[in-house]
Every structure is written in C-alpha cells, then in structure tokens.
C-alpha cells in the first residue's frame, strides 16, 4: 500500500505540472491517499497482531493449565487485571495514534476474556456447558468492539460466532440444536460493523451465512434438493440485484463492489448440494439439466459482473472447472475407459483454458477515448 501511495502521489503532481488538474484538486487528491495510507495494514500492523494472538494463546494455554500453585483470588485478578489493561492500554494508545499497538492490546483483552470466562466456570463449577462460554465470549467480545468502535474486535466476534455455529450445528456438543440463533448474532454483528467500518467483518458474516444455509439443508429432516435450489436462486437473484442496482446494494453492503461474489459462492454452493444430492439418488436426467443451470449462471456472473472483479472471474473459473469434472465423473466415467477419460478431459480442460484467456484479454481491453486519435 506505501508504495502504491508514492506512485498515485508522483502522479498527482505529474498531472498538476501538465496542467491536468488544478493544485487544488492535487491537494485534496493527496490527503484522500494519505488517510487510506494510515488505515492499510502495514507489515508493523500484521507483526502486532501475530504478537497479540500468540500473547493471546499463551494466557489460554496458562488457564488451561489451572494454575493450580496460585490461589484462585490470584488467578482471577491477573485475568481481569490483563482485561483493564488490554482495554484502557489499547484505548490510550489509539487515541495517541498507535493504532496497531493499540488494536493489539485490544486483542490480548478480548482472549483474555474468554480465558477468564473458562477459568471462573472451572474454579466455581458454574453449570452451562462450552458452547455458551464461547456464546458469551462472542458477545464480549462484541460489546467491547461497539464500545471501542474497533474492526479487529468486530472481525473476532464474527469468528467467534461462526465458531459457535459451526460446533453447535455440527453436533459437537451433546443435546446440541441447530444454531438458529446465529441470524439473530448476524444482523447484530452486521449492524456493529458499520459503526467499526469493517469490510472484513461483514465479508465474513455472508460467508458465514452461506455456510450456515448449507449446513441447514444438509442437517437432515429438510429436503435437500429443495433448500439447495432455493440457495442458489435466492443468490442469483441477489446478484442481479447488484447487476442492476449497484448503488443501492453497495449502499446497504459496502464491501467495495464485491457483494457479486458472495452471490455467485452462494448460487455454486447450492447447486453443488443438490447435484451431490441427485447423484446419490441416481438421478442422472435431472442432474445434468441442473449443471447446465450451473453452467449458465456461471457465464452470466462472467458476462454481468467479471470486468470489474477479477476475484469474481476466478472463482467463476473454479466453479466451471469443478462443474465439468463432476458432470464427468458422473455422466461419463462409466462410459470411457481410465486412458480416455484423462484424454478427454485434458482436451475439453485445454479448451476451457483458451475461452478463459480470451475472457480475460477482453476483460482487460478499454474502450478508446473518444478524440484520442484526433
């Protein structure tokens, strides 16, 4: 980012020597870089937050180890003590302008709140099991974060969240119900990161919210075919919303541009599900309409929205690729031999890698400026 920042601001005044842009204009221009310069993470910012989770790990790994020589008056003032000083330590510092340090500290507070919620059920044999330890740690840790108006805070909340869905409707715990809970930790949690600005946070809540949709229409007692095909219209038609509505979506989303591609993870991960589904009930007709579904909203997502996202383009490329290999595996390995199999397929993959350079140089093509010949 720095040195992206040098080369936009030696343009900046390049444009200004040849009359491009007014000096005022080349200030203005200049001072946007600068803040979003302080904002970026520098590799200062990744070692602080590497030292926070390992500062982090080490006062989990001392709590699962009991303490048992320290008097338990003892271990809980060191915890809560560690929670004041990450908190207050980390507020002082941003407000200094260390905003990686400080972030940091905020970090070390927040494990040391789920490690002081651990050790206290332990010592007190407080009823409850860990999944609503992990329930209150995340939201702590979100509390904290709205108070603190902090994006590293907002993004651990959200995996802490997910991580609760994820053991609680896995069935890791006994007696374990599905994770319903989670939509309303969502739209919590989505509300809080406009306050904290956290692109990240919410880029993990949609991710986390497809997983969710998938792990409820493969929990069994719900027709999979049937959730599966809802996922992935609900995604397209969410994406079309992007395509035809950019400006209001972004508004509401703001994630830069890229709702498009949650959409298309969405739209793949349902079709996916339900082809699993219709090979497991051998229903070959139906499976290869539903990948010709796939295969079309693939090229749509290309043709609509792949010029401004090359993330978009790739994963659409991903899913091309798989879609073929498991029409493939489904449709024809029963009909070609190993040798020809692996012949066919490194053709029509060979094809497929000539249509996706032609793609991408037409992606990179621009239009000509009218009158630039003149």
Not at 51 to 79: D, H, M
Not at 148 to 155: E, G, M, Q, Y
Not at 200 to 213: D, P, Q, W
Not at 259 to 284: K, N, P, W, Y
Request: aromatic share 10%.
């Amino acid at each position: 980012m720095a040195a992206y920042s040098v080369r936009v601001k030696q343009d900046i005044a390049r444009w200004v020597e040849q009359g491009l842009i007014p000096a005022s204009l080349a200030e203005t221009l200049s001072r946007d870089v600068e803040q979003r310069d302080r904002k970026s993470l520098s590799f200062g910012s990744i070692l602080a937050m590497m030292a926070a989770l390992l500062v982090g790990a080490a006062i989990l790994v001392l709590i699962a180890a009991n303490w048992e020589a320290i008097p338990r008056i003892v271990r809980v003032g060191a915890l809560f003590a560690t929670i004041l000083a990450g908190y207050v330590g980390g507020a002082i510092l941003k407000s200094r302008d260390q905003n990686a340090i400080g972030e940091a500290l905020y970090i070390v507070a927040a494990a040391a709140f789920g490690g002081s919620i651990a050790l206290i059920g332990q010592m007190y044999h407080m009823s409850g099991d860990e999944s609503d330890a992990l329930l209150t740690w995340c939201v702590g840790t979100g509390l904290a974060a709205l108070a603190l108006r902090s994006d590293p805070l907002t993004v651990a909340a959200v995996g802490l969240a997910a991580a609760w869905m994820f053991l609680r409707g896995g069935g890791y715990w006994a007696d374990s119900s599905f994770p319903h809970l989670f939509l309303l930790l969502a739209a919590l949690l989505w509300l809080v990161s406009y306050w904290t600005d956290s692109i990240v946070a919410r880029h993990l809540l949609l991710l986390s919210l497809i997983f969710y949709a998938a792990m409820f229409t493969a929990s069994g007692g719900v027709n999979v075919v049937l959730f599966a095909s809802l996922l992935a219209a609900g995604s397209a038609a969410l994406f079309a919303a992007a395509v035809l509505a950019p400006d209001p979506i972004e508004k509401i989303a703001q994630l830069d541009g890229r709702f498009a591609v949650h959409c298309l993870i969405g739209f793949l991960v349902g079709v996916g599900m339900a082809e699993i589904e219709l090979m497991d009930r051998s229903q070959t007709a139906e499976l290869v309409v539903l990948a010709l579904v796939g295969f079309a909203g693939i090229a749509a997502a290309i043709v609509f929205a792949g010029r401004e996202s090359r993330g978009l383009r790739w994963i659409a490329y991903t899913g091309f690729s798989l879609q073929l290999a498991f029409v493939y595996t489904v449709t024809m390995g029963t009909m070609l031999g190993t040798a020809g199999l692996f012949f066919a397929s490194g053709i029509v993959l060979g094809l497929v890698a000539l249509l996706i350079i032609r793609i991408e140089k037409r992606m990179k093509g621009t239009p000509e400026i009218e009158g630039a010949a003149a």
